[in-house]
């Protein structure tokens, strides 16, 4: 396998179109991507119940939402962020581009925003903590609010240079976060292609276009950051963790294994977040896939001894 064009130094401040401060025009922009697909989501049962919403539909539409959600956890999440394991270069691009059609933003931002959240987890410099206003009833609603979207409009971006060097190492990466416009446009059109060439029709390609894109971005958004918002308000906390990070059981089939936060609070680069009996993690088998197949190595997987020593019930009880 050809190795991975990594350099030896970085080339670039940053790997995304703007830089370390979010413009007027990518804030519209944002706004647009979020408020579209959002208002999709609202008009989607009324549409369905109309009769606008087909088998066809349903299937591209949860293909492309398992292919851009494990592009989301299993790339941008537990590989570039934190390096759970080793892929070799044809899966590292499938799982850059995979994330970058989630339409969350370019891959070195995300990266350098995740790995910053950690840092500050629940304490002032993280980006989206829902307890960044206080713990009174307003303000935990504020923060939620907060934690859930409204930071990704806060005009000073997270230095990538700082929080993502080894990325900016690589230009495989690097080239694929310059172009996430254009992973976007293939994101939004691939379904409607996909719709009108199965059922040979125009209006095929529009309702998969409705449902496979518009409807598919808005779920797999707002899934998304419910781990930032609803995983740090509420749920249950087995393991240690030095921040408000919590286990929310009936997200974990959406998010693809993602609710099971406080075990990876607990453990970042743990490659299962789910280690608990009965907790569904759709990424941790993907990698095993991957693993099986010979495509990655060096899997962090989760260590008894290690998990069990993080238990709250095995802290000693102080006098």
């Not at 500050?120 to 504020?142: E, I």
């Not at 059981?249 to 406080?262: F, R, T």
């Amino acid at each position: 396998m050809t190795a991975s064009p990594v350099l030896d130094e970085p080339i670039t401040q940053h790997a995304t179109m703007g830089g370390d401060t979010q413009s007027l025009t990518e804030q519209v922009a944002l706004g647009i991507f979020i408020a579209v697909p959002f208002l999709a989501l609202l008009a989607a049962i009324p549409i369905a119940w109309g009769g606008w919403l087909g088998w066809s539909d349903l299937l591209i539409m949860g293909a492309m939402y398992w292919f851009t959600g494990h592009g989301i956890t299993v790339g941008f999440h537990r590989l570039f962020t934190h390096k759970s394991f080793k892929p070799n270069r044809f899966v590292k691009n499938a799982l850059a581009v995979a994330g970058s059609m989630a339409v969350q933003g370019p891959l070195v931002r995300w990266v350098a925003d995740h790995r910053k959240h950690h840092k500050f987890s629940d304490r002032d410099g993280d980006p989206h903590s829902p307890w960044k206003y206080g713990t009174n009833l307003r303000a935990l609603w504020k923060g939620f609010w907060h934690a859930h979207m409204m930071w990704l409009f806060d005009s000073e971006q997270t230095v990538q240079r700082k929080y993502a060097p080894d990325l900016l190492k690589d230009r495989d990466l690097i080239r694929i976060s310059r172009h996430f416009w254009a992973f976007v446009l293939l994101s939004m059109l691939l379904p409607a292609a996909l719709g009108g060439l199965i059922t040979w029709s125009w209006q095929g390609a529009l309702t998969a276009f409705f449902w496979g894109s518009l409807v598919r971005v808005a779920l797999l958004h707002h899934v998304t950051w419910s781990i930032n918002s609803i995983c740090h308000t509420i749920g249950d906390r087995p393991f240690v963790s030095r921040d408000k990070s919590a286990n929310v059981w009936w997200l974990a089939i959406p998010s693809m294994g993602e609710s099971w936060h406080n075990l990876h609070h607990a453990d970042p680069t743990c490659a299962r977040h789910g280690v608990q009996r009965g907790q569904l993690d759709t990424s941790a088998r993907l990698i095993w896939l991957l693993e099986k197949a010979g495509w990655v190595k060096e899997v962090r997987w989760p260590v008894a001894e290690r998990i069990q020593a993080k238990l709250v019930s095995a802290q000693p009880v102080s006098s």
